[in-house]
């Protein structure tokens, strides 16, 4: 699987919240450095993210390469809604770093959160 598929693919899988197709693009020591979450283990992140959602709308706006052929970005739109039924909507930038095996070994999740935060944090209060 290419760099471009690994980004659709993980878009997909998140957008379904399909936690099996999704970890499963994920080394098993793979890291996530989240705006709300902090850094954690991707397959804890996933399993606290998706008990967050109650439903995600994921528009893909550009697919952007590294220099570093283990590099690549996913930007795109987020509509995103709380498991208590909040909206919110961010553009996003997604950075994921692959292992020599072509899995995500480390993810950087780049979005302003000032207006989430909030709603997340009543969310978890």
Do not use: Q
Not at 21 to 28: A, N, Y
Not at 39 to 48: G, N, P, T, V
Not at 49 to 60: A, N, P, W
Not at 87 to 113: A, Q
Request: net charge negative; charged share 30%.
């Amino acid at each position: 699987m290419n760099r471009s598929e690994i980004i659709k693919n993980y878009l997909h899988s998140l957008e379904l919240s399909d936690y099996e197709k999704l970890i499963s693009l994920f080394t098993e020591d793979a890291i996530v450095y989240s705006p709300l979450y902090g850094e954690i283990l991707a397959s804890k992140f996933y399993k606290d993210l998706f008990e967050d959602t109650s439903k995600s709308k994921i528009t893909l706006l550009n697919i952007l390469m590294g220099e570093d052929e283990r590099v690549a970005a996913g930007h795109f739109r987020y509509d995103w809604t709380l498991a208590n039924g909040t909206p919110t909507c961010f553009e996003c930038v997604d950075i994921f770093n692959l292992s020599s095996e072509g899995k995500i070994k480390e993810l950087r999740i780049i979005y302003d959160s000032a207006k989430t935060r909030s709603s997340f944090e009543r969310l978890n209060a």
